[in-house]
Every structure is written in C-alpha cells, then in structure tokens.
C-alpha cells in the first residue's frame, strides 16, 4: 500500500507535538497528500502552520483512520468530539504511552479496531523503531495502514501479545535517552581525562553515531564487532574490563534501567 492508496474519506491526526510532527513529516515526505489529513492540535508550531493542511477544522463523519498522538492524561478529553466514531469502521491507532487497547475499547467502543503502537523519537530522523499490537477487530488491511504510517519514519515490529508493549517501552521507546546520556557521560570522561570540552563531545558524539552506523551495516553481531576492536592486555581491553564487570558494569546497570522503564511503563497502563 502506498499513501496515495489510502481511503478519500479521512485520515485525521490528532495531537501534533514533536512525536506528531515527526509522523507528520515522514507522511508528507513519502506521498502523502496535504488536502488528505484533518490535523487538531491546539497549540500548532510554525511548522506545522506552514503545511498548508487542514488545521483544527470540522472533520470527517466518521473518518477512515485517527491516529492519537496526545498525552495519555488528555485523551479521554480530545475524544469527546469524536462521538461518531463509535461505528466500528473508523481504524484507530494510538500511541497514547500506558493507554491499553482494552482502555481505549472501553472509550470509544469494543467493535473498533483499535492498534497500539510504541515509537521513538529517531523517527524524527526517520530511523525510529515502532512497535505494533493489533485487537482483535483489526484486519489485513488495517495492519497495511499502520505499517506503511510507521515504516514512513523507520522500521515496525508486530509484537503477539500485548504485554510486551511495557519491556519494548524500556528498551526502544525509552532507549535513544540511554543512548544520549551515554554521549554526555563519555563525552564528560573525556574532559576529566585533559580534553577540551568542545573536542570530548564532538568524539563522543561520532563515535556512537560511527558505531551505530557499522552496527547497522555489518553482517556481524555486536558481540563480534566488540572483539574485533579489542586487543589483548590493549586499551580497548582495560575499558572493557571496567564496563564488563559483572556486577557494577555496563549490562546490570542496563538491566536495572530498562526494568525500571517497564516497571513505570506497566504503572502508567494500570492507571
């Protein structure tokens, strides 16, 4: 399926902050048709005043597809307006953090097809990684819909139970923050160690993005391009062997992370 495939009678996007305007961007980038989305978002950037697209505008009745873009704790209100969706043909896709598909059943109806989806903000760049998990409403047509919305700003997973969505929030959803707190406490290392602070950060900052880029592209794992960096009794082996400790090391730092994330996450979908 392609954008220009997409129903005529509505694709409504509402809630338009940086994980909206990312979405939102990727969309238009990959053919999607300005006169052909219904935005609301009530306090719309430059940016997006400057699409030339239907903003905050009478919508649809009912819409094809809405996508939920707002924070999870004004939901309940955006929707109010959306009484007609309640038909069961409108496809919903939300990306409300917490909000379950039985929650979002329970507002707006138990025939709707309703996809939850875990992005990221590398979507913004077009490299997010996006989890899906579909009710049992939706059909082969609707998980085209979502797949092409998600794959326009990066890649998709589809996850089989819906339990999964807390550790993918720790992992990827939460994960670019780990990612760039590790530039800030290398980049930090760096100055510590006799380096400017404009030089440190401009190293860290490179060498992750290099080695994200070489993760990407080579055949080999992680693991292996590791070793491959590292020499025996060499520098690379001195830092590794503080990093890979295994109690106060890298991974069990990681693990406690990433299982406060999902702890936080399974919190926030409990209410």
Not at 179 to 201: C, D, P, Q, R, T
Not at 227 to 245: I, W
Not at 248 to 263: D, F, H, R, Y
């Amino acid at each position: 399926m392609r954008f220009n495939e997409l129903p005529k009678d509505g694709l409504v996007l509402l809630g338009c902050g940086k994980m909206g305007s990312a979405l939102l961007s990727g969309w238009l980038a990959n053919g999607l048709r300005t006169d052909s989305i219904w935005i609301k978002e009530p306090n719309p950037s430059d940016w997006l005043r400057s699409q030339n697209i239907r903003l905050n505008t009478a919508i649809p009745a009912p819409p094809s597809v809405v996508v939920l873009a707002v924070k999870p704790q004004i939901l309940n209100a955006a929707l109010a307006e959306f009484e007609n969706l309640a038909v069961g043909s409108t496809l919903i896709i939300s990306i409300a953090a917490g909000r379950t598909l039985e929650s979002l059943e329970t507002i707006l109806g138990a025939s709707m097809p309703v996809i939850r989806a875990m992005p990221n903000t590398p979507a913004s760049v077009n490299r997010g990684m996006t989890a899906l998990i579909a009710n049992q409403n939706v059909q082969a047509v609707h998980r085209e819909i979502a797949e092409l919305f998600f794959n326009a700003v990066g890649r998709v997973v589809w996850l089989e139970r819906e339990a999964d969505i807390d550790a993918v929030t720790g992992v990827s959803g939460s994960g670019p923050a780990y990612v760039f707190h590790l530039v800030e406490a290398l980049a930090a290392a760096g100055e510590a160690n006799g380096l400017s602070s404009l030089l440190a950060k401009e190293l860290a900052k490179e060498t992750v993005v290099g080695a994200a880029e070489l993760i990407r592209l080579s055949e080999d794992s992680p693991s292996t391009l590791r070793e491959n960096v590292t020499s025996s009794k060499g520098t690379t082996a001195a830092a590794l062997q503080v990093l890979m400790d295994s109690k106060s090391g890298l991974a069990p730092l990681l693990a406690k992370a990433v299982e406060a994330a999902t702890k936080r996450s399974k919190e926030l979908s409990e209410g």
